[in-house]
């Protein structure tokens, strides 16, 4: 199972960006899926979850500028960025809960590499 996302950049204040996260493998379900981020010097933290059944659990920091999404005949979860501030510089990994029946079922996070988002004051 692999997680790409897409969708960062350089954008100023005030600005937004769309991320994506596309999971292909062999995959028998996914159940939650979700973006985190992580910015210099600080660590690791949840930026949002959603369901498979499309409830939805975002951090303090960025409710009523950020939604998540999901498409799930296309296994991929989005995260729309509105508002962006300074602060929420940092490298953002989409992560999915996913279970495979390749020798047995079974279940575990993937992650994704990455991608690097940047608000300028």
């Known amino acids: 199972v692999q997680l790409q996302a897409s969708g960062g950049g350089l954008v100023q204040a005030g600005g937004s960006l769309r991320l994506s996260c596309a999971a292909s493998?062999?995959?028998?379900?996914?159940?939650?899926m979700g973006w985190y981020r992580q910015a210099p010097g600080k660590q690791r933290e949840l930026v949002a979850r959603?369901?498979?059944?499309?409830?939805?659990n975002n951090a303090d920091s960025v409710k009523g500028r950020f939604t998540i999404s999901r498409d799930n005949a296309k296994n991929t979860v989005y995260l729309q960025m509105n508002s962006l501030k300074p602060e929420d510089t940092a490298v953002y990994y989409c992560?999915?809960?996913?279970?495979?029946?390749?020798?047995?079922?079974?279940?575990?996070?993937?992650w994704g590499k990455g991608t690097l988002v940047t608000v300028s004051s």
């Open positions: 959603i369901t498979s059944r499309g409830s939805t």
């Open positions: 493998g062999n995959i028998f379900r996914i159940n939650d």
């Open positions: 992560y999915a809960h996913v279970c495979t029946v390749v020798n047995g079922f079974s279940c575990a996070d993937y």
